[in-house]
């Protein structure tokens, strides 16, 4: 068990871009996470997934964002059309979650920032 | 709604000295609470965490909290600070009984530890 792996770990792009970062949970977790952390707060919830199935989203997460998870293992999490306050931290995280309560297992990030 | 709150955002303590680190929570329901510690650049770590059980709850490094439901307040503390405890502290609620478990962030203390 080599914990969250999230790449790429830093990602500059310029603003119109797509950007696309990936997530691979630990292997028998079978709830995923997406938040993302600006500077100086805490993470923000994006979207959540049971398996494959994307249970819960976030207002945050508007129509440019979009979050997978084909095979109920890693997940992709792609922002079109990058604009300026997409720059963040995002951070994955992923749990056994058989009941609420259980602890979430963060990656180190994908730090985006966007010119 | 749930929240967090964190009373300080900047805390500093000498080498040796007691880190008390505040967080009160807001819930309609009975919560889980943690604590989760993040160094620079990387993600989150989870200190401890509360799911009912007894009330004063040690985690890793040395750090407990304790969980006070007549104060809604679920503060940090560790006897002796050390140098390698400089970071950043997140307290965190999820609801119980949710078929989900997504947890809401408070805005975060940054601890400094002085020789």
């Known amino acids: 068990d080599t914990g969250v792996s999230q790449n790429p770990r830093h990602k500059i792009t310029k603003r119109g871009q797509n950007v696309t970062f990936r997530c691979d949970p630990i292997?028998?977790?079978?709830?995923l996470y997406w938040y993302r952390q600006t500077l100086g707060q805490g993470p923000e919830f994006l979207t959540y997934?049971?398996?494959?199935?994307?249970?819960?989203k976030s207002r945050l997460l508007s129509d440019r964002f979009s979050a997978e998870r084909p095979k109920g293992s890693f997940s992709t999490l792609e922002i079109q059309r990058t604009e300026q306050g997409d720059s963040a931290m995002y951070l994955c995280?992923?749990?056994?979650?058989?009941?609420?309560?259980?602890?979430?297992?963060f990656g180190p990030g994908t730090r985006l920032t966007v010119t | 709604a749930q929240s967090v709150t964190q009373l300080g955002s900047h805390v500093s303590v000498s080498e040796g000295a007691l880190v008390l680190l505040r967080c009160n929570y807001s819930?309609?329901?009975?919560?889980?609470l943690f604590w989760y510690v993040q160094y620079p650049n990387q993600g989150l770590q989870l200190l401890l965490k509360?799911?009912?059980?007894?009330?004063l709850v040690k985690g890793i490094n040395g750090f407990e909290a304790e969980f006070k439901k007549s104060e809604t307040s679920f503060h940090l503390t560790k006897p002796s600070a050390h140098m390698s405890d400089a970071a950043e502290y997140f307290c965190?609620?999820?609801?119980?009984?949710?078929?989900?478990?997504?947890?809401?962030f408070g805005p975060g203390t940054s601890l400094s530890v002085i020789p």
């Open positions: 997934f049971q398996n494959e199935a994307q249970l819960e």
């Open positions: 509360y799911t009912s059980a007894a009330t």
């Open positions: 292997s028998e977790h079978n709830r």
């Open positions: 819930s309609s329901v009975p919560p889980y």
């Open positions: 965190a609620v999820t609801q119980r009984e949710t078929s989900y478990d997504k947890v809401i």
């Open positions: 995280a992923s749990s056994l979650g058989v009941l609420a309560g259980n602890e979430q297992y």
